[in-house]
Each structure stands twice: as C-alpha cells, then as structure tokens.
C-alpha cells in the first residue's frame, strides 16, 4: 500500500515527498488555543451543520456541537486559567494520530486537540474506509484546504508498519494510539523521537449502574428520557464503542422496573429506525447460548432482534464479552460500592442515574487503582471529553518552556 494524501481528493505521493513534507513540519507549531486554529475548528463544526449527510448521524452531529465556536471558546476559556505566568505554553510539536476502526469520529476528536495544542499533526486513516468515515475526512480535508491548512494536517492512508511509517514515526514528538491490546503492543515497539511521548489506549469495556429506587419513583417521561439516553450509548456505534456499556448493574431488587426500561429501550429502537443484521441478531444468540454453557449467565431474555438481556452472577466475566449489537448483561448489587469488586484496569466508563453526589465520589474512591477512568450520566458515555482514560490530553499534548525571574 502506498501512502495517499487528502488534500482534498486523495493523492499518491512517494516516500520521498512524504518524508520532505514531514520534515517541514518538525518545527512548525503554533502558540497553543491561537484564534486561527479555533477559527479552523469552527469551520469544521460549520461545514458539519451545513451537510445534510451530517444531520442525520448523531455521532456527526455530537462532533459539530463540541467543535462550535461557542463550545471551543468555553474550552479555551477554561485551558487559559491553566497558564499563570509561570511558564509560556507552547505546542508538543509533530504528533502522529493512529484511530481505531470501530469508532468513525475518535480520529476528529484526537486531531481537534492537538489542533487546540498547537501542533501540526499527522493522521493515518484506516486503509479501508466505510462510507461515512471517507466522507468526514474528505471534508475535512476540504476545510482544512480551503483555509491555507492543507499542509500543517496530512489526513493520509499508508502502511500500518514498514520503512516509512518507521521514518515519519522518527519525527514525531508525540503518537496517539488507539485501538486494541494488541495494536498497542505492536506500534509501541517503533520507535519515536527520542524526547517524544506516546500515549496507548487500548481495549477498554464499559457499564452503567441504575438505583432501583430512583427508577420506580420516576415519571413516564423521565423513564422514556433515560431509555433514550441509554439508547444513544448502547447503538450509536452499535455497542463497539470503549464507552458502551456491556453490564448493568441494578442498585436495590429491579423486579418488573428493569422489563419496563428495556421495553422502553426496545420502543426507541423501533422509533429511531435502528435496524440489526441479520448477521449480528445470529452472532448474538449463539453468543447467549455459548455463556450461558459456561454459566457466565443464570437465564437471557430476547427482547427483540435488537436487545439481548443476559442475567449474570458473574458480572465481571460478563464484562470482558466483546459481542456487541444490544448484547447486555444485567445483575443486582446492593451498593453501588458493591461494583468495584467487578472494576478492572480495562474498565472505562461507569454510566449512572438515580445517585447524587456523594454515592458518586464513594464509587470514585472504592475503584481508584483499580480501573474506571469516567463516571458520566447514561447518555453521555461516548461524549468525547479532553480528560480521557484518566490522561489529560491537551496537557500531554503541550510543554511548558518554565520561566523563573
């Protein structure tokens, strides 16, 4: 495979008019939230609201709100507290980007912040492209064309491993992995520069916690609002996403409320037009029969095509299940301290409702050294946040050159 440039229209370039390119980067970052790199991300945000391809993938339309000018203007707003004389902020430099596949939008989010940091960035994009991602990075690409950028962002195809990957990597202060265990592993194993940071994300599960009692004391209208919200972290990216939940644990005995939620879940299933492969319903119901054999789950029930629910004494085994599609494990705790038994350093989100803040900051301190990175209301566990994993994301992205009088 040899490397394309997007700029706009993929162009193949060779390794020496790649590396002549990177090169010129190696020196070329810009003071750290400078208005003409928030003024790029809003023309992004802009590009996205005008697309009416956009306007009807949520996941696109998350992007386009947290890259409005007025959401990046707040971020920047709060960045800026950060820098109290002390030191003159400046940009990491070169940073490589290496996205997963099954999260179509994660390769935005990491450029945007290194956008914000200053740097001038590479990203590789996966060397098959499904319809949407090819679509965003085009007008990406567009956009950053349009506004004399084209050659501070290279958004390119090429080999995940070889030679050239191998010399650009040699340039690069900074490479953000995300992927699996094992991409991890792999690409750690290139070097970078010398004085660069590499920061790996790698396989990550999820859950959501539920108090019983907040449940069956909510109205119609807060039932069908969480199950809405459930419903945008479950199949948005068809439960593949590090932040879906793939447990869930009930506070206090569910009884009939938990039917009642996945009723609920299952009528905006049916409402948003959600549809399910055949493929998956039938990856899914072997996958119930096959952990129900090992006595991962006491009993399942079939909802619909589209939700699988498998009772389970096991939770954490249940947990590191990769079948996804609406398959969801659900057990009954009496605590909600009682899930940091279950929280390993592969767990990631913990989405929850019906618990006020206290009850949150027990959970926080019960699973610190365990694992758990974020503890967000349901709905909000694919929302991108510059506090990811537990890394801070623009600090790691920027030095701090230290001025002392």
Same mark, same amino acid.
């Given at each position: ?9 993929? !162009? ?13 980067l190696t020196y070329a970052g810009r003071a750290p939230l400078a208005k003409s790199s928030l003024d790029l991300l809003g023309a992004i945000s802009k590009a996205l609201f005008s697309s009416p391809q956009a ?6 339309? *998350? ?118 265990? *094992? ?67 009930? !506070? ?35 996958? !119930? ?86 503890? !967000? ?29």
């Open positions: 495979m040899t490397f394309t440039l997007w700029n706009p229209a993929p !162009v193949v370039l060779d390794d020496t008019e790649v590396l002549r390119r990177v090169e010129a306007r009807v993938q949520p996941q696109y339309v *998350a992007l386009a709100y947290w890259l409005r000018p007025a959401a990046l203007e707040r971020l920047a707003g709060e960045l800026r507290t950060r820098f109290d004389g002390s030191f003159v902020p400046a940009p990491r430099g070169l940073a490589l980007h290496l996205p997963p596949t099954n999260v179509d939008t994660i390769f935005v989010y990491s450029w945007a912040v290194s956008v914000l940091a200053g740097n001038c960035n590479i990203i590789r994009l996966p060397s098959q492209l499904d319809e949407g991602t090819a679509w965003l990075a085009g007008l990406i690409a567009t956009t950053i064309a349009e506004a004399g950028e084209g050659d501070r962002h290279l958004f390119c195809q090429m080999p995940q491993d070889g030679p050239l990957i191998e010399a650009i990597s040699r340039h690069c202060d900074l490479r953000m992995i995300w992927g699996g265990d *094992a991409k991890v592993d792999s690409v750690s194993r290139t070097p970078i520069r010398p004085d660069g940071l590499s920061i790996g994300f790698p396989d990550r599960k999820s859950l959501a916690v539920i108090c019983a009692a907040s449940y069956r004391a909510a109205d119609e209208t807060e039932r069908d609002a969480l199950a809405a919200r459930f419903f945008n972290d479950i199949y948005w990216f068809n439960q593949m996403g590090c932040g879906s939940p793939r447990m869930l644990y009930w !506070v206090g005995e569910s009884g009939d409320l938990a039917i009642d939620l996945y009723d609920r879940l299952d009528a905006q299933v049916t409402g948003k037009g959600h549809l399910t492969e055949t493929g998956v319903a039938i990856g899914k119901f072997a996958a !119930v029969n096959d952990l129900l054999a090992e006595g991962i789950g006491a009993s399942a029930t079939r909802v619909s095509n589209a939700l699988h629910v498998l009772k389970s004494d096991r939770p954490a085994a249940m947990l590191s299940q990769t079948h996804g599609g609406g398959l969801l494990g659900q057990t009954v705790v009496g605590s909600i301290i009682d899930i940091a038994a279950d929280v390993g350093r592969k767990v990631q989100t913990i989405g929850h409702f019906g618990f006020d803040r206290g009850d949150l900051e027990a959970l926080g301190q019960a699973i610190a050294g365990r694992g758990g990175y974020r503890i !967000v209301p349901i709905g909000q566990a694919l929302q991108f946040d510059i506090l990811w994993d537990g890394v801070d994301l623009f600090d790691q992205m920027t030095r701090r050159i230290a001025i002392r009088l």
